[in-house]
Nanobody
């Protein structure tokens, strides 16, 4: 496949955790990013990971709470979300880029998933 497919979203109380999964392309040399979007707002970068898994980058709003990782053997990218806050509520998208290093710009990503809803209640 070339289009990522997200799963793992749902409803969770503030302070709880969720793990999102992204069924990625078999071309594991690609870098991947997680973005999120709320209706009426711009889509924003959340976290990114290079092809090797050793190169990661996080938005300030999630640093220390979210962890991005990948398992190339399973062609899967993960986003572990801990200490969730109501402001984390959004549709989360997984995207793939033709890069071995982390990129943060929306225009750098070629393939996008359909998104998965994450709702954090107060």
């Amino acid at each position: 496949q070339v289009q990522p497919v997200e799963s793992g979203g749902g409803l969770v109380q503030a302070g709880g955790s969720l793990r999102l999964s992204c069924a990625a392309s078999r071309r594991t040399f690609s870098s991947y990013g997680w973005f999120r979007q709320t209706p009426g707002k711009e889509r924003e970068f959340v976290a990114g990971i290079g092809w090797s898994g050793g190169d990661t980058y996080y938005a300030d709003s999630v640093k220390g709470r979210f962890t991005i990782s990948r398992d190339n053997a399973k062609n899967t990218v993960y986003l572990q979300m801990n200490s969730l806050k109501p402001e984390d509520t959004a549709v989360y998208y997984c995207a793939a880029a033709f890069s071995i290093t982390v990129v943060t710009g929306i225009g750098s990503y070629q393939y996008w998933g359909q998104g998965t809803q994450v709702t954090v209640s107060s």
